[in-house]
């Protein structure tokens, strides 16, 4: 191990990223990149396109390999060599920018899947179904508004439905932490107003980070901010503090 | 109390005609063939009977292609290597029943080891003279190759075209292979002239009927099977994985041992069909390999409806009767119409035709448990 254990910011932290660097065929998408997350905290990520915020959620979900750099999760957790599914189980959710959620089964199954229980293929083929089950959909489905739709396939959802749908799998996933790509790309102003709200009351009870490009939105949430540029932090802090700042402005305006 | 759930969960309005005629056809045959004086109709023909047996195993090989294709979205271009393989299981088994009864008598080996000048039977056709032993190769040898298969291919996240290609090649190369005489299979001639199965002459109206029965109940068996796994949360993750597998995976299913269960499930069921279809063709031999018949199969399943199991089987049986029919009356025409029904089916009948069926009267309960979006492979 790199990181000395006694590290005192890195085992009270959630989530400890110390100069992470990613390269796809000599692109730089990650350049020593470092971020610290508090257990609790919500935090919103900002930056232009091709600012390293996907790769990002990528390094820390599993789905591409950092080239150097630690990853930790929870104090304790190495997640530089788990797969997708081991990080999935440790407890961190992640919610893609696109809504992706699964078209050919109901709202409810949708959500059956997603709630936390035992992932592999013998607990599934043959296990039987926990008591309280209904009991938890219904809280989520409550949650997420999706009350009504239950029996519809998700399919026919509409494209803010479908983002609540997918929010609420992350939900009855209960991870620790929640990686929400763009939330509310492609949402009404009054649905946009409305996840703002879904995502401050899970942020409650669970840490998350959201990555986002609706300035009016990260506003809405009132969180730390973090300014990527070129996979790298370029400022942290509140978002006016942010957005007074010279380099900060730079990189957005100059563009 | 369960016992009831679980047959409301196995069988669906469609699952309860597929099984309820099949079941009447295992009885009702070998009965009416037994008590109907030959000629009536009531009576069928021994070849009717050969014929439609025949088609039974193509349908739990579709069956099994369906689970895979159908539910896991995986498009296997290579399951007629499963079947092959369960058929050359219990090819060996009926060449061992042989004896000295071969043109060259001799006791202990088969007449084309005989003819290549071998001494000994190779460590390969060991056991083979008893039946439980080739029963359980003819679902281990497939088995085994589709974990192996899945354990690389899965594992290092072959997807899509890119995976149909190797199972293309997969039956390929077997076909290759066992086309060699020193892979000790018969080479090119395959393996044919069985005399008894169990102690049954093969020829034997009464062994034909048999065989006819048994590969009916292994067609309700396999779909039983598969019905307990499409329904299970197992097969709902299975579906997921269809629809979004990187979405399963960020929710921590291990997508990849999914995908090995299912595809090495759906092996040993093609295994089976092989192993009862050799019996009653009286031939195995490389040529089941042929990326074609595997080709074939898939079309099979797209006719009948692709993710319904049981409009696999439909689609099986009725693309082979119109086979049988179009080869005898129309043969250079076949090929054609093969690929035009192809073409319309893909393009008409996204489901097939049990979905048409199904979405003919829409009062019945959604029969499906969710069918394939069309943009999936």
Redesign the interface.
């Known amino acids: 191990m790199s990181v000395a254990a006694d590290n005192p910011v890195l085992t009270s932290s959630l989530l400890y990223l110390d100069g992470v660097s990613v390269s796809f065929d000599g692109y730089k998408a990650l350049r020593e990149l470092s971020l610290v997350l508090a257990p609790g905290e919500m935090r919103a990520i900002i930056g232009p396109n091709g600012a390293g915020k996907t790769t990002m959620m990528d390094i820390i979900?599993g789905?591409t390999r950092a080239d150097s750099g630690d990853i930790y999760f929870a104090g304790s957790h190495d997640l530089s060599h788990l797969?997708?599914?081991a990080i999935?189980?440790l407890g961190v959710?992640?919610k893609?920018q696109k809504p992706?959620?699964?078209?050919?089964?109901t709202v409810d199954?949708n959500i059956?899947?997603?709630l936390k229980a035992p992932?592999?293929?013998i607990a599934?083929?043959f296990?039987r179904?926990p008591a309280n089950e209904r009991e938890r959909i219904d809280r989520i489905l409550e949650t997420t508004r999706l009350k009504d739709h239950r029996a519809r396939l998700a399919?026919d959802l509409s494209h803010g439905q479908k983002q609540w749908l997918e929010i609420g799998?992350l939900l009855a996933?209960d991870p620790k932490l929640l990686l929400v790509d763009e939330p509310v790309a492609g949402m009404t102003d009054a649905e946009t107003a409305q996840t703002a709200e879904l995502l401050r009351e899970i942020a409650r009870d669970h840490s998350v980070v959201v990555v986002e490009h609706d300035m009016a939105f990260v506003r809405d949430l009132g969180v730390k901010v973090t300014v990527l540029h070129e996979g790298s932090v370029l400022a942290e802090g509140a978002l006016d503090e942010v957005s007074a700042d010279p380099r900060v402005i730079e990189v957005y305006l100059g563009r | 109390m369960i016992g009831t759930e679980m047959t409301q969960r196995l069988l669906d309005r469609n699952g309860l005609v597929f099984v309820g005629l099949l079941l009447a056809a295992a009885i009702l045959v070998p009965l009416l063939a037994l008590v109907a004086p030959a000629g009536s109709l009531l009576h069928m023909p021994p070849y009717v009977v050969a014929l439609i047996g025949k088609y039974l195993c193509f349908a739990l090989l579709a069956l099994s292609l369906d689970l895979v294709w159908g539910y896991c979205g995986i498009l296997s271009l290579g399951h007629g290597a499963f079947f092959a393989l369960g058929g050359y299981a219990m090819g060996m088994y009926l060449m061992r029943q042989i004896g000295s009864r071969g043109v060259y008598a001799n006791p202990d080996l088969p007449d084309f080891m005989v003819f290549l000048n071998w001494k000994s039977l190779p460590l390969t056709w060991w056991g083979f003279s008893s039946f439980p032993y080739a029963a359980v190769m003819a679902l281990l040898a497939p088995g085994l190759l589709a974990f192996a298969f899945g354990w690389f291919a899965f594992r290092s996240r072959v997807t899509g075209v890119y995976l149909s290609i190797i199972t293309q090649a997969m039956t390929y190369a077997l076909q290759l292979a066992f086309f060699r005489n020193d892979m000790g299979f018969g080479g090119n001639n395959g393996l044919t002239d069985f005399k008894d199965i169990l102690g049954f002459n093969v020829q034997a109206e009464s062994t034909r009927l048999a065989l006819f029965s048994l590969s009916a109940l292994a067609l309700i068996a396999g779909y039983l099977i598969a019905r307990g796994i499409v329904t299970s949360k197992f097969g709902k993750v299975v579906i997921a994985i269809r629809d979004a597998e990187s979405r399963t995976r960020f929710l921590g299913y291990r997508v990849e041992t999914y995908k090995i269960v299912v595809f090495t499930v759906s092996a040993m069921m093609a295994g089976v069909a092989g192993a009862l279809y050799v019996p009653q063709v009286g031939i195995i031999n490389p040529g089941e390999f042929a990326p074609i018949n595997s080709i074939e199969a898939v079309i099979w399943v797209s006719v009948g409806g692709r993710g319904t199991l049981a409009g696999a089987a439909l689609g099986a049986l009725l693309v082979n009767f119109a086979k049988t029919w179009f080869t005898d009356a129309l043969p250079e025409l076949w090929l054609f119409a093969l690929g035009l029904l192809f073409i319309v089916v893909t393009v008409f009948m996204p489901k097939g035709i049990l979905g048409l069926l199904d979405s003919m009267k829409p009062l019945r309960s959604p029969p499906v448990i969710a069918s394939p979006t069309e943009a999936k492979q």
Not at chain 1, 100 to 105: C, G, I, K, P
């Open positions: 979900t789905k797969d997708e599914a999935a189980e959710g992640r893609f992706t959620v699964f078209e050919s089964h199954d059956l899947l997603a992932r592999s293929a599934t083929l296990g179904q399919a799998m996933q």
